[in-house]
């Protein structure tokens, strides 16, 4: 329910009094609260500082290489790769300026001239080699995404070599992944990070706020504002209040409760655009009746994709998805099959077919003669996620299904997936930030994947036609091989994919020059300003 402003400003005057009250008891205060209370102020024509309410933030270090760290140091534009992505994901040349394929497991990529890192130290063959050997490095969890690189080495000043050990048609878009993060050799990157990007680092607090400065020296044009400042505030309604009350200028994230009225208020503009985020349910098929693929269909069909996003999703967080990659992407099949309505006469047909039967007739349908009950586990972090699934808890008890709902931390989470102790659990994944589809299909659904591993998935038949998307150097050819993997999952239910998420972002109307990208990578760049 939309908050009327009487009622906004009262309970942010309660949570700046907690906030005080907080404040009192700390010795030391951040300084970033204190440069940007003072910009508030400031007069015109001195120093313009663009404050951004930001969901998350890095968990300690400030090493691109480390987990997703690099996607936190990326959106505060202070990283860059070789390749990126454009809002409307085409591929383009970033710290390259192209590549050349030599021959079917040898690339060569042209490194951008004339470009310096944050500390003066010179973009050149050695730093890109040195930079990608970190992701290759055997300590580093995410190596295994990189396995197919045999080596990188210095081809010139200006160009080096990968050599893969089999044909990999995804390896110039596997370098748009911020873990593959250019950066400055010789300096402490869990601390200071250096970069090339639009802005510099200057301080950060965990938890707290990431303090940047613009880059004078950015090779492709200096930033509209001097400096920068994120917040990181887990709550929504908080990040609302935040740009309402003129502490930021940008707050992503917002409650989609709110979203009507702050489109109505001419001193905000809203960005509601689709991301390559799918919230789906993994399915566990080591579990009877979840193995029995007659089950997993009926459980497909109880469920009203457009109800859930006209209540839990209030109608502006997101879409009903078709199948895992969004309509946006090149690659989706989206345009060819129609979405899976809600069809309760095939739902108890299945469940009938599936051994489920309702035997004392008490409303609620019993397996193998014992009573039966499905359980739904997700986790904290994504307000979407909860009452998403509750929606889908109803919507099975509808059917005759009881259903709980149990909400975890993101770690216990991925725990008992990992011990496959769990029926059903309602997720949220990008599933191209490179914008190939290998990443995604590869993980979920090729019998060694980590996520089939906790599926129980395994079909080779997929197996087959995943490798054949990887060896495939033809778009076309790689799209056939991924329409049949879509169609091929769409049909077995290892994980049932509910909708696509809506990426809600707001801004004071003096803010120019923003833009919003699909897979969430980039949001810092160079041409935002404050127009005063």
């Known amino acids: 329910m939309y908050l009327s402003k009487k009622n906004r400003i009262t309970v942010l005057v309660m949570l700046l009094v907690m906030a005080t009250v907080l404040g009192s008891l700390c010795i030391d205060q951040d300084s970033e609260e204190t440069t940007a209370s003072a910009n508030q102020t400031k007069p015109s024509g001195q120093e313009s500082t663009l404050r951004y309410a930001a969901t998350f933030g890095p968990e300690g270090t400030l090493d691109p290489a480390v987990k997703w760290t690099g996607w936190y140091l990326r959106e505060a534009g202070v990283y860059e790769t070789l390749f990126s992505y454009d809002e409307n994901m085409n591929l383009q040349p970033e710290l390259a300026t192209k590549y050349e394929q030599v021959s079917d497991t040898e690339w060569r990529v042209f490194i951008r001239e004339g470009v310096k890192f944050h500390d003066g130290t010179p973009l050149n063959a050695n730093t890109v080699v040195y930079s990608l050997n970190r992701v290759l490095d055997d300590n580093n969890t995410r190596k295994g995404e990189y396995d197919f690189i045999e080596s990188i080495s210095k081809y010139s000043d200006s160009a080096v070599t990968i050599k893969t050990n089999s044909t990999y048609a995804p390896t110039i878009t596997s370098l748009t992944d911020p873990v593959t993060s250019i950066v400055s050799p010789g300096t402490d990157l869990n601390t200071a990070p250096v970069g090339t990007g639009p802005?510099?680092?200057?301080?950060?607090?965990?938890?707290?706020?990431?303090?940047?400065?613009?880059?004078?020296?950015?090779?492709?044009?200096?930033?509209?504002?001097?400096?920068?400042?994120?917040?990181?505030?887990?709550?929504?309604?908080?990040?609302?209040?935040?740009?309402?009350?003129?502490?930021?200028?940008?707050?992503?994230g917002l409650p989609q409760s709110e979203i009507a009225g702050l489109h109505n208020n001419p001193e905000y503009k809203i960005y509601s655009t689709p991301t390559l985020r799918t919230y789906f349910l993994y399915v566990n098929m080591n579990k009877e009746p979840l193995n029995d693929v007659k089950f997993r269909q009926a459980l497909n069909y109880a469920i009203d994709r457009q109800q859930i996003v006209d209540t839990a999703l209030e109608g502006v967080g997101g879409t009903p998805a078709k199948s895992f990659f969004g309509s946006m992407m090149s690659w989706s099949i989206n345009d060819r099959i129609d979405m899976v309505s809600r069809d309760e006469q095939k739902v108890r047909s299945l469940l009938t077919e599936a051994g489920l039967e309702d035997i004392n007739g008490d409303g609620w349908l019993e397996y193998d003669g014992k009573p039966f009950e499905l359980n739904i586990k997700t986790y904290t972090g994504r307000p979407q996620l909860k009452p998403a699934a509750e929606v889908?808890?109803?919507?099975?008890?509808?059917?005759?299904?009881?259903?709980?709902?149990?909400?975890?931390?993101k770690g216990a989470l991925e725990t008992d997936l990992n011990n496959k102790d769990y029926d059903l659990s309602l997720y949220a994944w990008t599933v191209a930030p490179t914008g190939d589809p290998d990443y995604f299909v590869s993980k979920h659904f090729e019998s060694t994947g980590a996520e089939a591993q906790k599926l129980s998935y395994s079909n080779p038949e997929v197996d087959e036609w995943i490798k054949a998307g990887r060896q495939t150097m033809n778009q076309t050819e790689r799209k056939e091989y991924y329409d049949k993997v879509q169609e091929q999952v769409l049909d077995e239910c290892p994980e049932i994919f509910v909708f696509y998420q809506n990426s809600l972002v707001g801004t004071n109307k003096k803010v120019a020059g923003f833009k919003q990208y699909p897979n969430e990578i980039t949001f810092l760049t160079k041409d935002i300003s404050i127009d005063e």
């Open 199 to 252: 802005f510099k680092f200057e301080s950060y607090t965990q938890g707290v706020s990431l303090s940047l400065k613009k880059n004078d020296n950015y090779w492709n044009g200096t930033a509209g504002v001097d400096r920068a400042i994120i917040y990181f505030v887990t709550d929504e309604m908080t990040r609302l209040f935040k740009l309402e009350s003129n502490e930021v200028d940008i707050a992503d």
């Open 392 to 409: 889908i808890e109803a919507q099975f008890e509808s059917v005759g299904i009881k259903t709980s709902v149990t909400i975890l931390d």
